[in-house]
């Protein structure tokens, strides 16, 4: 699986994840408005508090995410970008060594 697609469809499941608390939060106020707990305006500073406070959490939340998945994909054995590229290099510079060799051989 394309790691670029796991991680995509991982941060997907956050977006989702965060439209159904808005939502629910939205919910949650509509019925304190309902029941008389809270007046509309009430409700409105919650939930805006609540966002904002979402919000400034996201930043947070998506650093530890990556060091998460870094930390996930280092312990399944997955390499790095930069550690391919390094081994490809080496493959190549290995291949042009063989080359190199057997046509000094039919010489």
Same mark, same amino acid.
């Given at each position: $699986? ?5 991680? @995509? ?12 608390? #808005? ?14 707990? /809270?007046?509309?305006?009430? #409700?409105? #500073? ?5 966002? @904002?406070?979402?919000?400034?959490? @996201? ?5 530890? $995410? ?6 996930? $994909? ?6 790095? @970008?930069?550690?391919?590229?390094? /081994? ?6 290995? %291949? ?5 060799? %057997? ?5």
């Amino acid at each position: $699986m394309d790691s670029n697609n796991w991680l @995509q469809q991982l941060m997907m499941v956050g977006i989702g994840t965060t439209s159904l608390v #808005a939502e629910k939060l939205k919910q949650v106020g509509d019925d304190l408005v309902k029941d008389g707990k /809270l007046n509309p305006e009430q #409700a409105r #500073a919650v939930m805006d508090d609540v966002v @904002q406070q979402l919000k400034s959490e @996201q930043g947070n939340w998506d650093a530890q $995410m990556q060091r998460q998945m870094r930390n996930m $994909m280092q312990d399944l054995g997955v390499a790095r @970008q930069s550690e391919v590229d390094e /081994l490809r290099g080496r493959i190549d510079r290995l %291949e042009r060594q063989v080359r190199d060799l %057997e046509n000094k051989l039919w010489r």
